[in-house]
């Protein structure tokens, strides 16, 4: 008998080499996100001094109003299509495979989707007994469901790797995604903000994300110094704007550089906007939202929340949903789960759903809209074995890494539609009878540098602004005319 694991254990795998690189280490669940924070201060923006004057923005940061969006990036290479979100061929989700391609999926015959239906609480079709879907049934409620849907994009991506660009964050930027505080966050302190890559041609240094992983790193990102402190927060706000119109005086003295004039007097309007909004951090802080935690009906508990996976997924949706942030990426180690077993996959599917659901939930809490888009480098497969464990519920093992069975999904909350959000298709692409995505299906199947790229196109489309994508991501390779309107899943939602 097998002594049984923490869910957060290391994976241990034969068909692998010793974990040496931060990536190998993270997809086996030997360390989460680790980064520092840099914060900018209002001084900061001197190194600038000789700086072209037609490069120099002065306007306070605020909002875009768009639809908040987050990468939750499941590194290690997890299982997306059919024994989770369901997956079938050219006719669409339940256009089903055959028996073999569902067990090479994870299925065994009793549980195929022909035998056991599908699940669609969410609007997009999820099989029955998913641990993705028990995770997020754990975190929402009904008209949360009913208020959501979503869309599975059939393409391939390779194994254990962190060079897939997977990630659009800085697409998601360019297409006018930004925050009251920072553009970008992310919950490690990589270039994406994640594990997978963002795409070189999208990569705008200007808005790197910000590492956030903790409440402490959300209300990090306030410093207002000490004047708020010795004060309170409007009589700070009236001494920073009397700084500020002091200095202009003086400038108009002294300053021989009307650039440099310009950027210390934008300076002081920053540093008062920056008072009267935000001198209070707590604003900021998951730990005190009552619809986070400690309140009567919290998404979670104390106890979860102490957990490094719920304690980035708090602090990330905080920033992300409420607008301090214009987008936001959840790195989550631990999915190269193929070691012989199903419990283990099963196990970290379900903490993975509670944090899609959470999400989910935090938006519907706030009256806002949200996109989650759900990524991992790579995928598995099952040789068919069966795990009769209690945590591996009577499903295939996952035996070895299959980047053939890849996919990718994106779901979408919207507080304003009568109904659900509308979908032109719940599937992009398509599998093989056999359980392989066609490579033939769509531009994206077998190539990630389209699939980030449909990605933003998506995002785009709940904005009304499919039109706009020549400009957001010039030169892309999605197409025109019918083969772009196939890659499109999402009807406007804004």
């Known amino acids: 008998m097998k002594t049984r694991r923490h869910p957060d254990s290391p994976l241990y795998l034969n068909e692998h080499r010793r974990p040496v690189t931060r990536r190998e280490l993270l997809a086996q669940g030997f360390l989460s996100g680790l980064g520092l924070v840099m914060a900018p201060t209002v001084l900061g923006m001197f190194g600038a001094r000789t700086a072209n004057a037609q490069t120099f923005v002065c306007s306070l940061r605020a909002g875009a109003g768009l639809v908040p969006f987050i990468v939750l990036d499941l590194a290690g290479g997890a299982n997306i299509a059919g024994s989770n979100v369901m997956v079938g061929g050219p006719g669409g989700q339940n256009d089903f495979l055959n028996a073999q391609g569902y067990s090479t999926l994870g299925l065994p015959s009793g549980m195929n989707p022909q035998t056991t239906g599908v699940d669609t609480q969410f609007g997009l079709a999820f099989h029955p007994d998913s641990a993705f879907l028990r995770g997020m049934l754990t975190k929402t409620q009904a008209t949360t469901r009913d208020r959501t849907n979503g869309a599975i994009f059939c393409a391939r991506s390779d194994n254990d790797t962190g060079n897939n660009p997977h990630n659009p964050m800085y697409g998601i930027s360019k297409a006018g995604a930004n925050g009251d505080l920072v553009a970008l966050v992310g919950s490690t302190a990589s270039e994406s903000g994640g594990n997978s890559a ?39 706000g009236q001494v920073a704007t009397a ?9 108009t003295k002294v300053a021989e550089d009307p650039n440099l004039e310009e950027l210390v007097h934008c300076s002081y309007v920053q540093t008062a906007d920056l008072i009267s909004r935000f001198g209070n951090p707590d604003v900021v802080n998951p730990t005190l939202d009552g619809d986070i935690v400690n309140g009567a009906n919290s998404i979670f508990t104390t106890a979860e929340l102490n957990q490094d996976r719920f304690r980035k997924t708090a602090s990330v949706m905080k920033l992300v949903v409420e607008g301090y942030a214009g987008a936001g990426t959840i790195e989550q180690g631990g999915y190269d789960y193929h070691d012989g077993t199903r419990a283990t996959g099963e196990v970290r599917d379900f903490q993975a759903g509670q944090m899609i659901g959470a999400m989910l939930e935090f938006a519907a809490r706030k009256t806002a809209p949200l996109m989650i888009y759900v990524i991992s480098d790579g995928a598995l497969s099952s040789n068919g074995m069966i795990d009769t464990s209690n945590d591996g519920r009577d499903k295939g093992q996952w035996t070895g890494d299959n980047s053939d069975t890849a996919a990718t999904f994106m779901l979408v909350y919207s507080p304003t539609t009568p109904a659900r959000p509308t979908v032109t298709r719940n599937q992009v692409g398509y599998f093989r009878p056999n359980g392989s995505v066609e490579t033939a299906s769509s531009p994206i199947a077998n190539n990630v540098g389209l699939l980030v790229q449909a990605a933003v196109l998506n995002y785009l489309a709940l904005h009304n602004r499919v039109g706009d994508i020549n400009t957001v991501l010039p030169g892309h390779g999605l197409g025109s005319g019918a083969q772009l309107d196939s890659l499109v899943a999402f009807a406007p939602i804004v």
């Open 243 to 251: 700084a500020e119109q002091i200095s202009a005086l003086k400038l």
């Open 198 to 236: 963002a795409p070189m041609s999208q990569i705008d240094p200007s808005v790197r994300p910000t590492k956030v992983d903790r409440p402490s790193d959300a209300t990090g990102l306030v410093d207002t110094g000490k004047l708020v402190s010795l004060l309170n927060q409007t009589q700070a």
